[in-house]
């Protein structure tokens, strides 16, 4: 057990003008993971931090946080890692609401924008075809399967909203995670919903304002590697285009 | 206040809530779909699930196995009507979810794959890799997206039911971005919020599993049923608890004692030759019998043993378990490629929950619940592996529809007594936040409660322990009402949700030990050492517990039996 000093960022809006730091010593155990040291601050010497976590074993993407500078899933990352004093604040390039919690509207919106669903051109009854016969489901292949897998691995943790520099500088850009969802489903075999969201991705602030700093892929917990899904969107996009000039809406998927 | 109107109103975003708001929205394109969660719908803990979803998909296989194995799982405890829909609907339901995009691993010929699991005679569980929750969830969450007549109350955190005239029309919620209170109305509520781990100290489940949805019906007078069945899953990272899938035992993983013996195949555990896919109360109980017999492993955590996946190779393990590797790797520092992951039986899943029928309703007109919230009971005393992710599928789904066509028949609601009750909750919470006065700290009864249910409900349980249980839980229950409070501001006060989520935990554990207390046999996961057997003559009944201002009130409802017939349980 090593006592680290523990730097929280602290902002109650009914209080504070502007964010304010409050160090902690904390007694930590070898072993713990950043969060844990958040929790034992909370249940033992302060209460009044205010900050979102649930699963602790990074799958529900809620602990994001900044720590020492650097965005990062705080259930996953080793305490011991760093040295005896921490920073922890928001996650950089959102909104706070308060102390360590920032606001998702934004975010929210943007991931709705890409519609992240199954779109088929024709309802189930009259494209029953595409179905296997009795058991309703669509058949995919392995490497129909692995084309999309990697992208639909987002947890949704934001982190690559605070590490990307064109999100920093265009609050509005769609960021890294919504064009990744995007393109995971542009890329799912069992979808047909291209044109949409490759008109999306041609209009303002989306796969063209990005500006290949990688960051969003270097900082990603879950290996998803949201670079490529932009780059890929990008290129699909102006296919779709292209195609779009010598046949009205594309042709098929 | 706000108040806004809405046909019905669903309490929970995960599985279960998400499945019951596409339900109605894609059915009543006109209907206005309340969805309340107190976090974002992608964080609810459906997200953990690893292993897979059941339901019958091969050749080899049938509804009357699929049901068999479930009722057998049991120990005779599921009702069977509910069991048959189940088994009928599952297929159903999981071809929806891949027809919603769900990533499904796939068979050669392009088919889902299935694997084996616990309990089950044949492979009928449906996998992504090892993260089917986190697909399953994001497949439903992204899909509820298309339908703008769903509206979402993201991080609102409901604290009472609004019941008028005996039914249930509505709920108070505290928008906990404000600190607000604001009554959502609807003709029918439906709760899908999950199950209470959290009210044991080391569980798989995330710090949001507070039994809410149990209390809110509780404190409005519905029964929980059956709420003494706790499922220890059998392999949890000692420490943390979190979850090693079973689909580790069912891709061909071995149990291991310190002297490297595949216990369940070396000493009779009543698992026959199913050995490692054996159900999981059974398992549980080999492992604290070989820990108890000095053949377990210590660490800093407690005892163990070891899950040794080693044999299957890399490539296996990287192409099926993927999941399984990063928290190995992350949380114990181990590799299963080369060396085996110390695990112990760590709270899962409670098969009790909101006592409902078939169709999700509650005995309270308008209330309806779903998923691990609810007990229908299709787990009884034990629940198989794979089978909750479908329940929450198809009994989401159905309580949307009986909720639907029960709103629709509802008569007008009474806006101005269904406000006043806001108000009233309002201010009991407004009361609750900042109270400097109280005596007692957060932490430091949560921290009994986890002491006291651990000693009292574990894997094996005793009538004296179990007692003194009883008796522990209802002293937090008084002083869990003298909560001293620090954090004064209305803004994200997430001292103030915490201590209303122990309010609910304190009210869901003592239930649980209550009802554990009176059930003197030993069925499924409710294993006593002082009435070692199950006994079908006297308590073949669910334990049926109501609100009483002196403790929960315990009664009896008959199982549905009528297509299997009760056996002796052993594989």
């Given at each position: 057990m090593a006592d680290k000093t523990i730097v929280i960022t602290r902002f109650d809006p009914d209080k504070d003008e502007a964010p304010r730091k409050q160090e902690y010593t904390v007694p930590c155990e070898p072993n713990w993971k950043v969060l844990d040291a958040v929790n034992f601050i909370k249940d033992e010497l302060d209460a009044t931090i205010s900050y979102r976590w649930s699963c602790r074993m990074a799958v529900c993407g809620s602990c994001g946080m900044m720590v020492n500078g650097e965005p990062k899933l705080t259930c996953k990352t080793t305490l011991s890692d760093y040295g005896d004093r921490v920073d922890i604040e928001p996650l950089a390039n959102f909104p706070i609401v308060r102390d360590l919690v920032v606001e998702l509207d934004g975010f929210m919106h943007k991931f709705e924008s890409v519609k992240p669903w199954i779109m088929r051109a024709k309802e189930k009854a009259e494209d029953k075809a595409a179905y296997h016969e009795t058991k309703g489901t669509f058949s995919q292949s392995a490497e129909e399967l692995g084309n999309f897998k990697q992208f639909s691995m987002c947890i949704n943790c934001m982190l690559c909203y605070s590490a990307c520099p064109v999100v920093a500088n265009e609050p509005d850009f769609l960021g890294p995670a919504a064009i990744a969802l995007g393109h995971r489903y542009n890329t799912d075999s069992r979808d047909q919903g291209n044109d949409e969201r490759n008109e999306i991705f041609r209009g303002e602030g989306t796969v063209f304002s990005c500006s290949y700093a990688n960051e969003c892929s270097e900082v990603c917990p879950k290996n998803v590697d949201p670079a490529a899904a932009i780059n890929q969107a990008k290129f699909g996009a102006v296919i779709d285009w292209a195609k779009g000039l010598v046949i009205p809406r594309g042709g098929s998927n | 206040m706000d108040v806004s109107r809405h046909d019905i109103v669903i309490v929970g975003g995960g599985g279960a809530g998400l499945r019951a708001a596409i339900e109605a929205a894609e059915n009543h394109p006109t209907a206005s779909i309340a969805l309340v969660s107190k976090v974002y719908p992608m964080r609810s803990h459906t997200v953990s699930a690893e292993g897979g979803a059941a339901a019958v998909a091969r050749e080899d296989d049938n509804l009357e196995l699929h049901g068999f194995d479930t009722v057998k799982g049991s120990d005779f405890l599921g009702d069977q009507d509910a069991i048959k829909y189940f088994v009928e609907e599952a297929p159903k339901e999981l071809a929806l979810l891949e027809n919603w995009g769900c990533p499904f691993s796939r068979n050669e010929d392009g088919s889902v794959a299935t694997r084996a699991f616990g309990g089950m005679t044949t492979k009928r569980t449906w996998y992504a890799t090892d993260k089917i929750g986190f697909h399953m969830l994001h497949a439903l969450f992204q899909q509820s997206m298309?339908?703008?007549?769903?509206v979402r109350y993201d991080e609102y955190f409901v604290s009472k039911l609004l019941v008028d005239g005996g039914k249930c029309q509505g709920v108070a919620a505290l928008d906990i971005r404000t600190g607000d209170y604001s009554a959502i109305l609807g003709k029918a509520v439906i709760l899908t919020t999950g199950g209470g781990g959290k009210i044991f100290p080391f569980t798989t489940n995330g710090t949001i599993k507070t039994g809410d949805g149990m209390a809110l019906a509780y404190r409005a007078g519905v029964p929980l049923k059956d709420m003494e069945f706790v499922q220890y899953h059998p392999t949890g990272l000692p420490g943390t608890g979190i979850l090693i899938t079973e689909a580790t035992r069912g891709e061909g993983g071995y149990l291991r004692n310190s002297k490297g013996e595949r216990f369940l195949v070396d000493y009779d555990y009543g698992v026959g030759n199913k050995a490692e896919l054996g159900p999981r109360d059974m398992i549980s109980r080999a492992i604290v019998q070989e820990i108890e017999a000095g053949r377990g492993l210590s660490g800093p955590y407690g005892d163990y043993v070891h899950l040794d996946l080693?044999?299957?190779?890399e490539e296996t393990i990287n192409a099926k378990l993927p999941f399984v590797r990063e928290l190995a790797k992350t949380y114990v520092g181990v590799d299963p490629v080369t060396d085996p992951i110390p695990v112990r039986p760590v709270v899962h899943y409670m098969m009790g929950g909101v006592d409902t029928d078939i169709d999700g309703a509650t005995e309270m007109p308008g209330l309806y619940a779903a998923g691990e919230t609810a007990c229908v009971s299709i787990n009884g005393a034990n629940r198989l592996g794979s089978n909750s992710l479908t329940e929450c599928l198809v009994f989401g789904a159905a309580a949307a529809r009986h909720a639907m066509k029960y709103a629709e028949g509802a008569g007008d609601i009474n806006e101005t007594a269904l406000r006043a009750q806001v108000e009233e909750e309002a201010t009991r919470v407004d009361h609750l936040r900042g109270r400097k006065k109280g005596g007692e700290k957060i932490s430091q009864i949560r921290r009994e409660l986890n002491s006291a249910m651990e000693d009292a409900c574990g894997v094996y349980r005793e009538q004296t322990t179990m007692q003194a249980g009883v008796i522990a839980v209802a002293q937090l229950r008084g002083r869990v009402a003298d909560l001293r409070l620090e954090d004064e501001s209305k803004v994200f006060n997430t001292e103030l949700i915490t201590a209303l989520e122990l309010q609910n935990m304190v009210e869901v554990a003592e239930v649980l030990a209550v009802s554990a207390a009176h059930r003197k046999e030993s069925r499924g996961a409710h294993t006593c050492k002082d009435f070692t057997t199950r006994d079908d003559t006297n308590y073949l009944y669910h334990t049926m517990a109501r609100h009483n201002a002196a403790g929960p009130q315990l009664g009896k409802k008959d199982v549905v039996l009528g297509h299997w017939v009760p056996e002796e349980r052993k594989y």
């Open positions: - | 298309r339908y703008k007549n769903i080693t044999h299957l190779g």
